[in-house]
């Protein structure tokens, strides 16, 4: 069986080499980095944080440019190899048509992914906190772009946004999923012994994740996939066994992606999550995930 996790865009998938090993391993499909019109270096390090409880992130969009997974996409042998998406997170509307240009010019079986978490005007909240603008975006794409595509959501918290972004998202029947959730923004880690935060970038404010956002990204999960009828919702967030994957699969999920568990313990955990899911459906009964798939019981 085609294994239902894949990687969280950002982890194991910045350079060829990173791609080259999700593509080897026991993922059902792989995800680039969030790349820009032109390479960046990213934010001064620490930029990344491991904590007990999971991940603290300010990375700043390291990539090397849109051309160079333009590149992979079009050396990819897509008949022998498990789905490839392209996240794409440019740092203005332009520079986000310019490259989905780029990539439907090329018409590759790659799956573009939106990151709605980019960057929108200075001192305008990212895209996914300002839906007019999110939806001039989505309305600017939708005039050439004419494939499935999909969008990363960052976490909402108010039954309104949730309303209000799913209102925004069923305008548009290419949009074929979304992927609920990016990092909870703007936490801070502190170092008590050291009095300190413990990322250098925007004096320590960074996106959680880990366990510290499991129960965000399974709210987020299960509220969408009740609003967007005829869409897939794809879970992130907290993932690190079978269980975790199993509470976003009840919740509605389609597929599972690991970040701050896969950048700690490497492609194995998708070995090792994959084989607890299955055990835990075994003890459960189910043959399959459309068994118990958005079958979370309420009381
Ligand atoms: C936060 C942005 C830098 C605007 C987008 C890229 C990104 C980053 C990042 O590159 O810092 N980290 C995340 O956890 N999620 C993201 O979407």
Not at 111 to 136: M, R, T
Not at 263 to 272: I, K, L, P, T
Request: charged share 20%; proline share 6%.
């Amino acid at each position: 069986m085609t294994s239902p996790l894949y990687n969280a865009s950002g982890v194991m998938c910045r350079s060829v080499e990173d791609l080259e090993a999700m593509r080897a391993s026991s993922s059902g499909a792989l995800i680039t980095k969030s790349c820009t019109l032109e390479p960046r270096e990213g934010n001064p390090e620490p930029r990344y944080f491991v904590t007990p409880l999971g991940s603290i992130n300010s990375m700043g969009l390291p990539n090397y440019g849109y051309q160079y997974y333009l590149d992979y996409a079009e050396k990819y042998d897509y008949a022998n190899n498990k789905p490839l998406f392209i996240s794409i997170s440019g740092m203005s509307l332009a520079d986000n048509l310019t490259i989905i240009k780029a990539f439907h010019e090329r018409a590759l079986p790659c799956i573009l992914e939106v990151n709605l978490s980019c960057p929108n005007l200075p001192g305008k909240p990212q895209l996914g906190y300002d839906l007019p603008a999110a939806q001039h975006a989505l309305e600017k794409i939708c005039e050439f772009y004419d494939r499935p595509f999909g969008v990363k959501l960052p976490p909402y918290f108010d039954v309104s946004h949730f309303d209000q972004a799913a209102e925004v998202f069923n305008k548009f029947d290419l949009l074929k999923y979304v992927t609920c959730i990016n990092s909870v923004g703007n936490g801070l880690v502190i170092d008590v012994d050291a009095e300190s935060v413990v990322i250098k970038p925007k004096d320590g404010l960074g996106g959680l994740g880990g366990d510290y956002v499991l129960p965000t990204a399974l709210a987020n999960v299960r509220e969408f996939v009740r609003r967007l009828p005829g869409k897939q919702v794809v879970g992130c967030g907290g993932v690190k066994s079978g269980r975790e994957a199993f509470m976003h699969i009840l919740a509605g999920a389609t597929a599972v992606q690991v970040g701050s568990c896969l950048y700690e313990e490497g492609v194995g955990a998708f070995d090792r999550i994959a084989q607890e899911l299955k055990d835990l459906m075994a003890a459960k009964g189910y043959q399959k995930l459309s068994d118990f798939r958005g079958k979370l019981k309420t009381l």
